[in-house]
T-cell receptor, first 112, second 115 residues
């Protein structure tokens, strides 16, 4: 079945440093979504990318979808302690069925 | 506008007992998904339901697990004869029919502990 690989598994940064997490698939994805889960919380939708080469920004967060639609990245500029949490990418398993396959997540820890 | 609701938030069961997890989707949403999350791991898809129909149950174990989403009332994930390995957080998500936009809204989860 479709698998989505995510790296790194864990990242510890100093406040103010940048952070990037990567998501890769062996198959072409119809779209990709990003979620954030705070410790002890539930996943919260951040964004969806659909088009090849698409780039979207949300304040300090930049999301990219690769030209071949097989990879994606989330970049955070100048991290803050409020960015702490686990970031998951997720891809629709089958456009008609809408179930999501989640990456394993990248846990971000920000040292003040 | 109430979000996705799940109850109970925490559930403790002894081995061999049954666990029933409930999920009320957001108002107007007719698609419900159940995911399981083990500690320090990602979310694993279990089952996708629409009202009165199971659309995709490929992620759900064949034995002891069942799910339903009746015409009236919440979606139920039922685990019979629980074992310690069933201890996990179970998240429900819902989505609306919105032409290819598949944003899912997650509930707060049910943390199941099997003693």
């Amino acid at each position: 079945g479709q698998q989505v690989m995510q790296i790194p598994q864990y990242q510890h940064v100093q406040e103010g440093e940048d952070f990037t997490t990567y998501c890769n698939s062996s198959t072409t994805l119809s779209n990709i979504q990003w979620y954030k889960q705070r410790p002890g919380g539930h996943p919260v939708f951040l964004i969806q990318l659909v088009k090849s080469g698409e780039v979207k920004k949300q304040k300090r967060l930049t999301f990219q979808f690769g030209e071949a639609k097989k990879n994606s990245s989330l970049h955070i500029t100048a991290t803050q302690t409020t960015d702490v949490g686990t970031y998951f990418c997720a891809a629709v398993r089958d456009t008609g069925r809408r179930a999501l396959t989640f990456g394993s997540g990248t846990r971000l820890q920000v040292q003040p | 506008n109430a979000g996705v609701m799940q109850n109970p938030r925490h559930l403790v069961r002894r081995r061999g007992q049954e666990a029933r997890l409930r999920c009320s989707p957001m108002k107007g949403h007719s698609h419900v998904y159940w995911y399981r999350q083990l500690p320090e791991e990602g979310l694993k898809f279990m089952v996708y339901l629409q009202k009165e129909n199971i659309i995709d149950e490929s992620g759900m174990p064949k034995e002891r697990f069942s799910a339903e989403f009746p015409k009236e009332g919440p979606s139920i994930l039922r685990i019979q004869q629980v074992v310690r390995g069933d201890s996990a957080a179970y998240f429900c998500a819902s989505s609306s029919i919105a032409g290819g936009f598949n944003e899912q809204f997650f509930g707060p989860g049910t943390r199941l502990t099997v003693l």
